[in-house]
Protein backbone atom coordinates (compact mmCIF):
# COMPACT_ATOMS: atom_id res chain seq x y z
CA UNK A 1 0.00 0.00 0.00
CA UNK A 2 1.56 3.36 -1.05
CA UNK A 3 0.06 5.79 1.47
CA UNK A 4 2.07 8.04 3.03
CA UNK A 5 0.73 10.41 6.08
CA UNK A 6 0.58 12.98 6.69
CA UNK A 7 -1.84 12.40 3.36
CA UNK A 8 -1.72 14.01 0.22
CA UNK A 9 1.27 16.31 0.64
CA UNK A 10 -0.21 18.30 3.29
CA UNK A 11 2.51 20.40 4.99
CA UNK A 12 1.64 22.54 7.86
CA UNK A 13 1.55 26.59 7.11
CA UNK A 14 4.26 28.43 8.32
CA UNK A 15 2.50 29.84 11.50
CA UNK A 16 1.28 26.29 12.13
CA UNK A 17 5.02 24.71 12.63
CA UNK A 18 5.46 25.22 15.79
CA UNK A 19 2.98 23.36 17.16
CA UNK A 20 3.45 20.40 14.48
CA UNK A 21 6.77 20.16 15.62
CA UNK A 22 6.31 19.59 18.85
CA UNK A 23 3.65 17.54 18.60
CA UNK A 24 5.68 15.07 16.50
CA UNK A 25 8.33 15.49 18.62
CA UNK A 26 6.26 13.24 21.10
CA UNK A 27 5.30 16.40 23.09
CA UNK A 28 2.41 15.50 25.75
CA UNK A 29 0.63 18.64 26.54
CA UNK A 30 -0.18 21.71 24.03
CA UNK A 31 -2.60 24.65 23.95
CA UNK A 32 -3.20 26.63 20.74
CA UNK A 33 -5.54 29.68 21.19
CA UNK A 34 -5.49 30.82 17.56
CA UNK A 35 -8.10 33.08 15.57
CA UNK A 36 -10.74 31.48 13.31
CA UNK A 37 -9.56 30.43 10.63
CA UNK A 38 -5.97 29.56 11.47
CA UNK A 39 -5.66 25.80 10.73
CA UNK A 40 -6.39 24.36 14.39
CA UNK A 41 -8.07 21.34 14.01
CA UNK A 42 -6.52 20.36 10.55
CA UNK A 43 -3.29 20.51 12.20
CA UNK A 44 -4.58 18.35 14.56
CA UNK A 45 -6.30 15.47 12.57
CA UNK A 46 -3.14 15.19 10.07
CA UNK A 47 -1.06 14.78 14.06
CA UNK A 48 -3.31 12.26 15.12
CA UNK A 49 -3.26 10.27 11.73
CA UNK A 50 0.92 10.64 12.17
CA UNK A 51 -0.02 8.98 15.59
CA UNK A 52 -2.19 6.25 15.24
CA UNK A 53 0.29 4.63 12.77
CA UNK A 54 3.19 5.24 15.28
CA UNK A 55 1.64 3.96 18.18
CA UNK A 56 -1.98 1.51 17.68
CA UNK A 57 -4.22 3.11 20.57
CA UNK A 58 -7.71 5.05 20.51
CA UNK A 59 -7.75 8.30 19.62
CA UNK A 60 -10.48 10.95 19.95
CA UNK A 61 -11.44 14.45 18.99
CA UNK A 62 -13.82 15.92 21.29
CA UNK A 63 -15.77 19.08 20.56
CA UNK A 64 -17.66 20.95 22.83
CA UNK A 65 -21.28 18.82 22.99
CA UNK A 66 -21.50 15.25 21.30
CA UNK A 67 -23.68 16.93 18.45
CA UNK A 68 -21.75 19.55 17.33
CA UNK A 69 -19.23 17.04 15.84
CA UNK A 70 -21.09 16.26 13.30
CA UNK A 71 -21.17 19.85 11.47
CA UNK A 72 -17.80 20.88 12.46
CA UNK A 73 -15.87 18.07 11.65
CA UNK A 74 -17.28 14.89 10.59
CA UNK A 75 -19.18 16.46 7.60
CA UNK A 76 -16.89 19.29 7.43
CA UNK A 77 -15.81 20.22 3.70
CA UNK A 78 -12.03 22.10 3.35
CA UNK A 79 -13.31 24.80 1.34
CA UNK A 80 -10.17 24.97 -0.53
CA UNK A 81 -10.54 21.26 -2.00
CA UNK A 82 -14.02 20.45 -1.54
CA UNK A 83 -12.79 17.12 0.30
CA UNK A 84 -14.52 16.04 3.30
CA UNK A 85 -11.53 17.44 6.19
CA UNK A 86 -11.79 13.70 8.13
CA UNK A 87 -10.72 11.96 4.64
CA UNK A 88 -8.01 13.90 3.94
CA UNK A 89 -6.32 12.98 7.22
CA UNK A 90 -7.38 9.69 7.13
CA UNK A 91 -7.06 8.03 3.75
CA UNK A 92 -9.40 5.76 2.39
CA UNK A 93 -7.12 3.53 2.09
CA UNK A 94 -5.91 2.66 4.97
CA UNK A 95 -9.44 2.29 6.59
CA UNK A 96 -10.31 -1.13 7.96
CA UNK A 97 -13.73 0.63 8.78
CA UNK A 98 -15.75 3.47 8.73
CA UNK A 99 -19.11 4.27 11.42
CA UNK A 100 -20.78 7.09 9.90
CA UNK A 101 -23.75 6.92 12.63
CA UNK A 102 -21.18 6.78 15.76
CA UNK A 103 -18.35 9.26 13.48
CA UNK A 104 -16.01 6.33 13.97
CA UNK A 105 -12.66 5.27 12.40
CA UNK A 106 -11.11 2.00 12.49
CA UNK A 107 -7.34 1.72 10.94
CA UNK A 108 -6.72 -1.96 9.07
CA UNK A 109 -5.35 -4.63 11.54
CA UNK A 110 -2.05 -4.71 9.26
CA UNK A 111 -1.42 -0.93 10.41
CA UNK A 112 -2.24 -1.47 13.97
CA UNK A 113 -5.50 -1.05 13.85
CA UNK A 114 -6.31 2.26 15.35
CA UNK A 115 -9.36 4.09 16.36
CA UNK A 116 -10.29 7.58 15.68
CA UNK A 117 -13.62 8.60 17.20
CA UNK A 118 -15.57 12.21 17.25
CA UNK A 119 -16.68 13.04 21.20
CA UNK A 120 -18.48 15.17 23.14
CA UNK A 121 -16.54 17.03 26.45
CA UNK A 122 -20.51 17.41 27.82
CA UNK A 123 -20.46 13.08 27.54
CA UNK A 124 -16.94 12.62 29.23
CA UNK A 125 -18.16 10.28 31.65
CA UNK A 126 -19.37 8.34 29.38
CA UNK A 127 -15.89 7.68 28.24
CA UNK A 128 -15.44 5.12 31.38
CA UNK A 129 -13.03 2.43 31.19
CA UNK A 130 -11.72 3.29 27.94
CA UNK A 131 -7.99 3.50 27.28
CA UNK A 132 -6.53 6.63 25.08
CA UNK A 133 -3.25 7.05 23.71
CA UNK A 134 -4.10 10.86 22.29
CA UNK A 135 -6.88 13.89 22.57
CA UNK A 136 -7.89 16.55 21.06
CA UNK A 137 -10.08 19.12 22.85
CA UNK A 138 -11.74 21.82 19.87
CA UNK A 139 -13.09 24.48 21.02
CA UNK A 140 -11.72 24.30 24.81
CA UNK A 141 -13.34 27.43 26.01
CA UNK A 142 -17.06 26.13 24.90
CA UNK A 143 -16.34 22.60 26.97
CA UNK A 144 -16.84 21.17 29.78
CA UNK A 145 -13.69 21.36 32.14
CA UNK A 146 -14.48 18.51 34.07
CA UNK A 147 -14.07 16.74 30.87
CA UNK A 148 -9.96 17.10 31.69
CA UNK A 149 -10.57 16.08 34.96
CA UNK A 150 -11.87 13.30 34.34
CA UNK A 151 -9.89 12.01 31.28
CA UNK A 152 -6.40 13.10 32.66
CA UNK A 153 -5.84 10.18 34.85
CA UNK A 154 -6.60 8.06 32.04
CA UNK A 155 -3.41 10.14 29.73
CA UNK A 156 -1.73 9.92 32.77
CA UNK A 157 -1.68 6.20 32.82
CA UNK A 158 -1.33 5.39 29.16
CA UNK A 159 1.53 8.36 28.63
CA UNK A 160 -0.84 10.13 26.04
CA UNK A 161 -0.70 13.49 24.75
CA UNK A 162 -3.82 16.49 24.51
CA UNK A 163 -4.13 18.98 22.83
CA UNK A 164 -6.14 21.97 23.83
CA UNK A 165 -7.29 24.01 20.66
CA UNK A 166 -9.14 27.08 20.95
CA UNK A 167 -10.49 31.02 20.47
CA UNK A 168 -10.69 33.16 23.94
CA UNK A 169 -14.37 33.17 25.30
CA UNK A 170 -13.72 35.38 28.82
CA UNK A 171 -12.32 34.87 31.74
CA UNK A 172 -13.04 31.24 32.22
CA UNK A 173 -11.26 27.62 32.48
CA UNK A 174 -9.76 28.33 28.96
CA UNK A 175 -7.80 31.56 30.25
CA UNK A 176 -6.76 29.60 33.70
CA UNK A 177 -5.09 26.91 31.52
CA UNK A 178 -3.44 29.34 29.35
CA UNK A 179 -1.96 31.23 31.87
CA UNK A 180 -0.80 28.10 33.65
CA UNK A 181 0.29 26.42 30.53
CA UNK A 182 2.31 30.11 29.74
CA UNK A 183 4.33 29.51 33.00
CA UNK A 184 4.79 25.31 32.33
CA UNK A 185 8.02 24.01 31.19
CA UNK A 186 5.91 20.44 30.31
CA UNK A 187 3.92 22.17 28.39
CA UNK A 188 3.42 24.08 24.47
CA UNK A 189 1.76 27.27 24.63
CA UNK A 190 1.30 29.52 21.83
CA UNK A 191 -1.62 32.40 21.28
CA UNK A 192 -1.41 33.26 17.95
CA UNK A 193 -3.90 36.61 16.43
CA UNK A 194 -4.83 36.96 13.02
CA UNK A 195 -2.40 39.79 12.60
CA UNK A 196 0.50 37.49 13.91
CA UNK A 197 -0.49 34.55 11.28
CA UNK A 198 -0.56 36.64 8.05
CA UNK A 199 -3.13 33.68 7.01
CA UNK A 200 -5.82 36.74 6.07
CA UNK A 201 -5.58 39.96 4.31
CA UNK A 202 -5.81 43.05 5.61
CA UNK A 203 -8.94 43.08 3.15
CA UNK A 204 -10.43 40.10 4.28
CA UNK A 205 -10.42 40.77 8.25
CA UNK A 206 -11.76 44.38 7.70
CA UNK A 207 -14.61 42.08 5.61
CA UNK A 208 -14.97 40.20 8.62
CA UNK A 209 -15.32 42.98 11.18
CA UNK A 210 -17.94 44.66 8.78
CA UNK A 211 -20.07 40.95 8.28
CA UNK A 212 -19.99 40.63 12.20
CA UNK A 213 -20.84 44.65 13.37
CA UNK A 214 -23.81 44.17 10.59
CA UNK A 215 -25.06 40.78 12.15
CA UNK A 216 -24.83 41.09 15.61
CA UNK A 217 -24.75 44.82 15.92
CA UNK A 218 -21.50 47.61 16.44
CA UNK A 219 -20.99 46.81 19.86
CA UNK A 220 -21.28 42.89 20.22
CA UNK A 221 -20.32 42.63 16.39
CA UNK A 222 -16.40 44.55 17.13
CA UNK A 223 -16.48 42.61 20.41
CA UNK A 224 -16.96 39.34 18.88
CA UNK A 225 -14.59 40.34 16.12
CA UNK A 226 -11.69 41.06 18.61
CA UNK A 227 -12.67 37.44 20.54
CA UNK A 228 -12.91 35.44 17.18
CA UNK A 229 -9.65 37.40 15.30
CA UNK A 230 -7.49 39.27 17.33
CA UNK A 231 -7.85 36.61 20.60
CA UNK A 232 -9.15 38.91 23.24
CA UNK A 233 -9.73 37.65 26.28
CA UNK A 234 -11.91 40.89 27.54
CA UNK A 235 -14.24 40.53 25.04
CA UNK A 236 -17.82 40.27 25.99
CA UNK A 237 -19.21 36.77 25.53
CA UNK A 238 -22.00 36.90 22.66
CA UNK A 239 -25.48 36.06 24.10
CA UNK A 240 -24.22 36.38 27.56
CA UNK A 241 -27.06 36.76 29.94
CA UNK A 242 -25.01 38.13 32.93
CA UNK A 243 -22.43 39.28 31.49
CA UNK A 244 -22.47 42.91 32.85
CA UNK A 245 -23.06 41.47 36.17
CA UNK A 246 -20.03 38.74 36.05
CA UNK A 247 -17.62 41.87 34.42
CA UNK A 248 -18.32 44.17 37.61
CA UNK A 249 -17.79 40.76 40.17
CA UNK A 250 -14.46 40.65 38.29
CA UNK A 251 -14.01 44.71 38.43
CA UNK A 252 -14.70 44.81 41.55
CA UNK A 253 -12.41 42.45 43.04
CA UNK A 254 -15.46 40.21 44.49
CA UNK A 255 -13.14 36.87 43.72
CA UNK A 256 -11.25 36.71 47.21
CA UNK A 257 -9.85 34.58 49.26
CA UNK A 258 -10.87 36.72 52.07
CA UNK A 259 -14.44 35.49 50.93
CA UNK A 260 -15.07 32.44 53.87
CA UNK A 261 -17.68 31.46 56.26
CA UNK A 262 -19.31 33.91 59.18
CA UNK A 263 -18.83 31.59 62.44
CA UNK A 264 -22.39 30.59 63.63
CA UNK A 265 -24.34 31.50 60.03
CA UNK A 266 -25.83 28.55 58.83
CA UNK A 267 -24.31 27.50 55.16
CA UNK A 268 -27.34 27.22 52.85
CA UNK A 269 -26.93 25.45 49.25
CA UNK A 270 -29.06 25.72 46.25
CA UNK A 271 -29.45 22.85 44.30
CA UNK A 272 -29.99 21.89 40.97
CA UNK A 273 -31.10 18.16 40.90
CA UNK A 274 -30.27 15.94 37.49
CA UNK A 275 -30.98 12.85 37.10
CA UNK A 276 -29.56 12.07 33.57
CA UNK A 277 -27.56 15.08 33.56
CA UNK A 278 -25.08 17.00 36.28
CA UNK A 279 -26.44 18.02 39.71
CA UNK A 280 -24.89 21.16 40.70
CA UNK A 281 -25.15 22.64 44.12
CA UNK A 282 -23.88 26.51 45.72
CA UNK A 283 -22.84 26.69 48.88
CA UNK A 284 -23.65 30.27 50.15
CA UNK A 285 -23.89 32.17 53.34
CA UNK A 286 -27.11 34.86 53.04
CA UNK A 287 -27.15 38.03 54.47
CA UNK A 288 -27.11 42.06 53.24
CA UNK A 289 -23.63 40.55 51.25
CA UNK A 290 -24.85 36.44 50.34
CA UNK A 291 -21.20 34.72 50.56
CA UNK A 292 -20.90 32.25 47.55
CA UNK A 293 -18.70 29.72 49.22
CA UNK A 294 -18.36 27.10 47.10
CA UNK A 295 -20.05 24.88 44.91
CA UNK A 296 -20.15 21.20 43.39
CA UNK A 297 -21.05 19.61 40.24
CA UNK A 298 -21.10 15.65 39.39
CA UNK A 299 -23.23 13.73 36.86
CA UNK A 300 -25.04 10.51 37.32
CA UNK A 301 -24.89 10.56 41.30
CA UNK A 302 -27.43 9.13 43.62
CA UNK A 303 -28.54 12.01 46.48
CA UNK A 304 -26.66 9.85 49.15
CA UNK A 305 -23.35 10.98 46.85
CA UNK A 306 -24.40 14.73 47.38
CA UNK A 307 -25.50 14.13 51.19
CA UNK A 308 -21.92 12.74 52.01
CA UNK A 309 -20.51 15.66 49.71
CA UNK A 310 -21.66 18.24 51.85
CA UNK A 311 -21.56 16.33 55.08
CA UNK A 312 -17.82 16.26 54.30
CA UNK A 313 -17.15 20.17 53.27
CA UNK A 314 -19.39 20.80 56.62
CA UNK A 315 -17.19 18.84 58.55
CA UNK A 316 -14.00 20.09 56.97
CA UNK A 317 -14.75 23.82 57.20
CA UNK A 318 -16.28 23.61 60.24
CA UNK A 319 -19.69 25.41 58.97
CA UNK A 320 -23.06 25.91 60.17
CA UNK A 321 -25.53 23.49 58.72
CA UNK A 322 -28.24 25.55 56.73
CA UNK A 323 -30.70 24.65 54.49
CA UNK A 324 -31.21 23.10 51.40
CA UNK A 325 -32.95 25.09 48.64
CA UNK A 326 -34.30 22.84 45.65
CA UNK A 327 -36.33 23.19 42.70
CA UNK A 328 -40.78 23.25 42.92
CA UNK A 329 -40.68 20.31 41.23
CA UNK A 330 -38.46 17.93 43.87
CA UNK A 331 -42.14 17.38 44.94
CA UNK A 332 -42.85 15.32 42.06
CA UNK A 333 -43.30 11.11 42.99
CA UNK A 334 -40.68 9.45 41.34
CA UNK A 335 -41.66 6.30 39.18
CA UNK A 336 -40.17 2.75 40.99
CA UNK A 337 -39.85 4.60 44.58
CA UNK A 338 -43.13 5.98 45.01
CA UNK A 339 -41.03 8.95 47.21
CA UNK A 340 -40.42 12.60 46.49
CA UNK A 341 -36.90 13.65 46.22
CA UNK A 342 -37.72 15.80 48.88
CA UNK A 343 -38.56 13.06 51.56
CA UNK A 344 -35.81 11.25 49.94
CA UNK A 345 -33.13 14.28 51.31
CA UNK A 346 -34.83 14.39 54.17
CA UNK A 347 -34.41 10.84 55.33
CA UNK A 348 -30.63 11.33 54.75
CA UNK A 349 -30.55 13.92 57.06
CA UNK A 350 -30.25 17.25 54.64
CA UNK A 351 -32.87 20.00 54.88
CA UNK A 352 -34.54 20.86 51.52
CA UNK A 353 -37.13 23.62 51.18
CA UNK A 354 -38.92 24.27 47.54
CA UNK A 355 -37.90 27.23 45.93
CA UNK A 356 -41.17 28.90 44.92
CA UNK A 357 -42.52 28.49 40.96
CA UNK A 358 -41.46 30.94 38.83
CA UNK A 359 -40.29 31.30 35.29
CA UNK A 360 -36.49 30.57 34.22
CA UNK A 361 -37.09 34.78 32.96
CA UNK A 362 -38.48 35.64 36.84
CA UNK A 363 -35.17 33.26 37.60
CA UNK A 364 -32.28 34.91 35.07
CA UNK A 365 -33.70 38.30 36.55
CA UNK A 366 -33.50 37.56 40.05
CA UNK A 367 -30.04 36.30 39.36
CA UNK A 368 -29.23 40.21 38.07
CA UNK A 369 -30.77 41.83 41.31
CA UNK A 370 -28.57 39.27 43.32
CA UNK A 371 -25.19 38.99 41.30
CA UNK A 372 -24.00 42.50 42.24
CA UNK A 373 -24.39 41.80 45.76
CA UNK A 374 -22.36 38.40 45.84
CA UNK A 375 -18.80 38.02 46.49
CA UNK A 376 -17.10 34.87 45.46
CA UNK A 377 -14.15 32.47 47.43
CA UNK A 378 -11.75 31.56 44.01
CA UNK A 379 -12.75 27.82 44.76
CA UNK A 380 -15.84 28.15 42.93
CA UNK A 381 -14.42 29.07 39.66
CA UNK A 382 -15.66 26.66 37.71
CA UNK A 383 -18.92 27.58 38.91
CA UNK A 384 -18.09 31.71 38.01
CA UNK A 385 -16.70 30.45 34.24
CA UNK A 386 -20.35 28.39 34.24
CA UNK A 387 -22.31 31.91 35.30
CA UNK A 388 -20.39 33.79 32.68
CA UNK A 389 -20.37 31.91 29.72
CA UNK A 390 -24.58 31.19 30.25
CA UNK A 391 -26.23 32.42 27.13
CA UNK A 392 -28.74 32.65 24.65
CA UNK A 393 -28.93 30.93 21.68
CA UNK A 394 -28.00 32.20 18.31
CA UNK A 395 -30.84 31.62 15.51
CA UNK A 396 -28.46 31.62 11.92
CA UNK A 397 -31.64 31.65 9.96
CA UNK A 398 -33.53 34.20 11.68
CA UNK A 399 -30.16 36.19 12.67
CA UNK A 400 -31.08 36.91 16.26
CA UNK A 401 -30.51 35.32 19.80
CA UNK A 402 -33.40 33.13 20.88
CA UNK A 403 -35.15 33.18 24.17
CA UNK A 404 -33.70 29.91 25.43
CA UNK A 405 -30.00 29.25 26.78
CA UNK A 406 -27.67 26.86 25.27
CA UNK A 407 -27.92 23.44 26.92
CA UNK A 408 -24.17 22.43 28.18
CA UNK A 409 -22.03 22.38 31.01
CA UNK A 410 -22.74 25.92 31.95
CA UNK A 411 -26.80 25.12 32.13
CA UNK A 412 -26.65 23.42 35.72
CA UNK A 413 -24.58 26.17 37.30
CA UNK A 414 -26.94 28.67 35.78
CA UNK A 415 -30.22 26.79 37.21
CA UNK A 416 -28.81 26.40 40.76
CA UNK A 417 -27.59 30.23 40.75
CA UNK A 418 -31.28 31.22 40.34
CA UNK A 419 -32.63 28.66 42.96
CA UNK A 420 -30.29 30.46 45.05
CA UNK A 421 -31.19 34.16 43.61
CA UNK A 422 -35.01 33.37 44.03
CA UNK A 423 -34.03 31.89 47.66
CA UNK A 424 -33.15 35.01 48.57
CA UNK A 425 -35.25 37.30 47.38
CA UNK A 426 -37.35 37.44 50.87
CA UNK A 427 -34.71 39.69 52.09
CA UNK A 428 -35.52 42.46 49.60
CA UNK A 429 -33.22 44.11 47.36
CA UNK A 430 -33.46 47.87 48.44
CA UNK A 431 -32.71 46.73 52.01
CA UNK A 432 -29.62 44.94 51.51
CA UNK A 433 -28.28 47.83 49.12
CA UNK A 434 -29.31 50.38 51.84
CA UNK A 435 -27.41 48.10 54.77
CA UNK A 436 -24.44 48.03 52.43
CA UNK A 437 -24.68 51.82 51.58
CA UNK A 438 -24.79 52.37 55.10
CA UNK A 439 -21.91 50.81 56.27
CA UNK A 440 -19.64 51.32 53.70
CA UNK A 441 -19.30 54.55 55.61
CA UNK A 442 -17.28 52.71 58.62
CA UNK A 443 -14.25 51.17 57.52
CA UNK A 444 -12.41 49.56 59.80
CA UNK A 445 -9.32 49.98 58.37
CA UNK A 446 -8.24 46.17 57.38
CA UNK A 447 -10.35 45.92 54.02
CA UNK A 448 -13.41 44.66 55.81
CA UNK A 449 -16.40 46.76 56.45
CA UNK A 450 -18.87 45.91 59.33
CA UNK A 451 -22.16 44.47 57.88
CA UNK A 452 -25.26 44.12 59.73
CA UNK A 453 -26.00 40.59 60.09
CA UNK A 454 -29.51 38.68 59.49
CA UNK A 455 -29.44 37.78 63.32
CA UNK A 456 -28.82 39.38 66.55
CA UNK A 457 -24.86 39.03 66.37
CA UNK A 458 -22.70 41.44 64.76
CA UNK A 459 -20.57 39.78 62.24
CA UNK A 460 -17.99 41.06 59.91
CA UNK A 461 -18.23 40.70 55.68
CA UNK A 462 -16.12 41.93 52.58
CA UNK A 463 -18.13 44.82 50.76
CA UNK A 464 -16.56 45.22 47.60
Known sequence: MDVSLPHNGWLPRPHQLGLWQYLQSGGKRAMAVWHRRA?????????????????????????????????????????HTGRRRIDEAFPLEMRESTN????????????????????????????????????????????????W????????????????????????????????????????????????????????????????????GEDAGRATYEQEYECSWNAAILGSFFASEMAQVRREERITPDC???????????????????????FFQDGPQIRILDCYSQSGAGVEHYAGIIEAKLKQNNWKNGTDYVPHDAKVREFGTGRTRVETMASMGLKPMLVPASSIADGINAVRRVLPLCVFNP???????????????????????????????????????????????????HARRRAVEQQRKNPLGDGFWRIPPPSEHVHRGIIL
Open 39 to 79: GKDEVCLHHTAVKMMQRPGNYWHALPEYNQGRKALWSAINA
Open 260 to 282: TALEGVPVNRAWDLGVRDDTTIW
Open 149 to 216: AYHRPILEENKGWAVFISTPRGHNHCKSMFDYAMRSREWYCELLTARDTGALTEEQLAEAREEMMALY
Open 379 to 429: VCEEGINALEQYRREWDDEKKTFRALAVHDWTSHYADAFRYLAMAVAPLEE
Open 100 to 147: DTEMFIRFKQALGGSTWQVMGSDRYDATLGSGVAGIVYSEWALANPSA
